[in-house]
């Protein structure tokens, strides 16, 4: 069965205080790996798409890595607006292009 | 703005009631995907719809259904509502990159 585990479940940051936030996944032929970002009440936003190991993307202060077993959210010197939960989903070969999620980890970045 | 429109934003009902939850997708996307999102299981698919075709089911109870519209809008059918029910239902359209709505929040009491 496709797993998606997210770590930490929380973290809390200083503005300006980088870390990395981990997905560990298994699934049976990965298509892709999915990084959003959803704010409370609203629906989860699209940040990236990494396809296959070695891969990265970058984006402002945020940039996602892929290995064949996990993927990494980078966060370089954090602002408050950063605030989020930040998910990530596999979509598996057999799937078509269904999303399936993580848990997500709740990011707060204090001034 | 992702493109993705759900209605009713918010939705109250009691036990045993059955509802219906709307979502047209971006223009030009075939495809409708049914998410429902609880504090305990997180997002979960729930099914698929592409141009009017069902392609995939997910975590759906039978008491759900869902159905696509020859405009390509989809409704989501909740009935025989519990309390556990309770929940957000987002709704998504394209394939390669999922374009979410605003969600739809569910209250059963």
């Known amino acids: 069965e496709d797993q998606v585990t997210q770590s930490p479940e929380a973290l809390r940051l200083q503005e300006g205080e980088s870390s990395s936030l981990n997905c560990s996944y298994t699934v049976s032929g990965l298509r892709g790996l999915f990084w959003y970002r959803q704010d409370p009440g609203k629906g989860p936003e699209f940040l990236f798409t990494?396809?296959?190991a070695g891969e990265e993307k970058e984006k402002e202060r945020l940039k996602a890595t892929l290995t064949k077993k996990e993927s990494f959210l980078h966060i370089t010197a954090p602002k408050p607006e950063d605030s989020a939960t930040y998910l990530c989903?596999?979509?598996?070969?057999?799937?078509?292009?269904?999303?399936?999620f993580g848990k997500g980890t709740s990011l707060l970045v204090t001034p | 703005d992702s493109g993705v429109t759900q209605t009713p934003k918010h939705l109250i009902t009691a036990t045993g009631q059955r509802v219906t939850l709307r979502c047209s997708p971006r223009?030009?996307?075939?495809?409708v995907y049914w998410y429902q999102q609880s504090l305990d299981q997180g997002l979960q698919f729930l099914i698929h719809?592409?141009?009017?075709?069902?392609?995939a089911k997910g975590n759906i109870l039978e008491r759900f259904s869902a159905q696509q519209f020859p405009d390509l809008h989809s409704e989501l059918n909740l009935s025989s509502l519990e309390l556990g029910d309770s929940a957000l239902y987002f709704c998504?359209?394209?394939?390669?990159?999922?374009?979410f709505g605003q969600g739809t929040r569910l209250t059963v009491v």
């Open positions: 223009s030009g996307d075939l495809s």
């Open positions: 990494l396809y296959s």
């Open positions: 998504a359209s394209s394939e390669t990159r999922a374009f």
């Open positions: 989903a596999t979509v598996s070969q057999d799937s078509g292009y269904a999303l399936n």
């Open positions: 719809y592409y141009n009017g075709e069902e392609r």
